[in-house]
């Protein structure tokens, strides 16, 4: 499966036959992923630790349980994006766009470790969160508009 930028350069052959945006399980660890046209894909259970994901399209993208420990996500779109239990603890998303996407849908993080993510300038209006997620210490996820859900 190949990945590409959003101007259709490629970024990275994954050398198996994957088909469609089904990335479940793969390892791309400390791989350099800016720019990348990720819209929509399925990265659940995924080892993307330390992983550069400056400038990417994750519009829609499935991050169930994906390991996204100190990876960078500056600026990145995650709009409508699945990150329920997503390990996010030391991830940069300054200037990251996580608010609800085009028809409405939130941005899922219940249960997702944020535990010292730089969240300075990151846009979460609207993103759902429940008492299983972590935020860095003095963060307040209702000032910054998020909404609270019980499940």
């Known amino acids: ?11 990275l052959d994954t050398g ?3 088909s469609g945006h089904d990335l479940d399980s793969i390892d791309l660890s400390g791989r ?17 630790r330390s ?15 994906a390991d996204l420990t100190d990876a960078d996500l500056r600026d990145a779109v995650l709009r409508g994006a699945d990150l329920k239990e997503a390990r996010l603890a030391g991830a940069d998303l300054r200037g990251a766009n996580l608010t609800q996407d ?4 939130a941005t899922q993080l219940q ?12 846009l979460l209006t609207g993103a759902k ?3 299983a ?6 963060f307040d996820p209702e000032d910054q508009g998020m909404k609270k859900v019980t499940r």
């Open 32 to 48: 350099d992923l800016r720019h990348a046209n990720l819209e929509g894909f399925n990265f659940s259970d995924a080892s993307l």
């Open 129 to 131: 969160y429940n008492d």
């Open 111 to 122: 249960g997702a470790c944020l535990a010292n993510a730089k969240l300075q300038g990151a």
């Open 133 to 138: 997620t972590q935020f860095p210490q003095g």
């Open 16 to 18: 198996d036959d994957r």
């Open 102 to 105: 085009n028809v409405g849908g």
């Open 51 to 65: 992983v550069d994901l400056r400038n990417a399209d994750l519009y829609w993208a499935i991050m169930f349980r």
């Open 1 to 11: 499966m190949k990945i590409y930028t959003s101007a259709g350069q490629e970024l």
